[in-house]
């Protein structure tokens, strides 16, 4: 086998904001919101289109974070300080997310967790709601009270094709903070059962990493609204709780004994 590989030196910049928290003894740690701002650019044509546009994969998490912070200036400031972070280069191999942790804003030792957002909910109001990473940390149950406090099942997701590995929350993960990814419900109000994995399924073959995945005018933002109201309130319960989140024991991934 050959395989052939080209290196290109390029530079691009995590993009970031800071909410400071109000308990002076807490507010040098942080609680993070990330989702990765970057798509694949301009690529082979596919139907006469060589604009890679990501509308959902990940301008609807760019729009998450940003809903998320504007409704997090307008309630009272959590204990620990919230960190917005729109990383760069996630479809290039996770590489703003694994830059942030080579050289973080706080100290990893400091960062309660990381809450992702890649790809968010497009299609409507849903009665339920998931996360990847729920059954290896604390954050879980934080994420199950908050859902059930807002009116949404949990179904856990599995690890389908490795996706807890495969987005931005990974780098921080395998750095010993604990990490969820906030996803998108499948149960959806006024459409018939099935309709959510059908419409997960048609997405991933028709439009992922393809110029098809633009704005569409089918695009609903109910759905959106509940996910960002989620990861609201799981980033305040945590920001608020004076004890650290952890992983659980059984989890791979650890905190890096001081
Ligand atoms: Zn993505």
């Not at 002076?24 to 301009?42: E, F, M, Y």
């Not at 890649?118 to 879980?140: E, P, Y």
Request: hydrophobic share 40%; net charge positive; charged share 20%.
């Amino acid at each position: 086998m050959r395989v052939h590989s080209a290196l290109r030196r390029v530079e691009s910049e995590n993009v970031a904001a800071r909410l400071p928290g109000r308990d002076p003894r807490l507010a040098s740690q942080a609680v993070l919101i990330t989702a990765h701002w970057d798509h694949k650019g301009i690529g082979p044509i596919v139907h006469g289109d060589s604009i890679y546009n990501g509308a959902e994969d990940n301008a609807s998490g760019v729009a998450a974070i940003l809903g998320a912070a504007k409704a997090m200036t307008q309630l009272p400031r959590p204990a620990r300080s919230i960190l917005f972070v729109a990383t760069t280069a996630e479809e290039s191999g996770l590489l703003g997310g694994e830059a942030y942790v080579q050289h973080p804003l706080i100290p990893l030792a400091q960062t309660a967790a990381v809450l992702n957002l890649d790809v968010t909910n497009v299609r409507g109001a849903t009665r339920d709601i998931g996360a990847l990473g729920m059954d290896r940390s604390t954050l879980g149950s934080v994420f199950v009270a908050v859902a059930r406090a807002e009116s949404l099942k949990v179904e856990s997701q599995p690890d389908v094709r490795g996706s807890f590995f495969r987005s931005d929350h990974f780098p921080f993960a395998r750095s010993g903070v604990p990490a969820l990814s906030i996803k998108p419900g499948l149960d959806f109000v006024g459409r018939p059962k099935g309709w959510g994995e059908q419409q997960e399924n048609l997405y991933n073959q028709e439009r992922y990493h393809q110029p098809s995945d633009e704005y569409q005018r089918a695009f609903r933002y109910d759905g959106m609204a509940q996910q960002v109201r989620v990861t609201v309130r799981t980033a305040r319960a945590i920001a608020n709780d004076p004890a650290m989140p952890r992983w659980l024991t059984a989890s791979e991934f650890q905190r890096p004994q001081p």
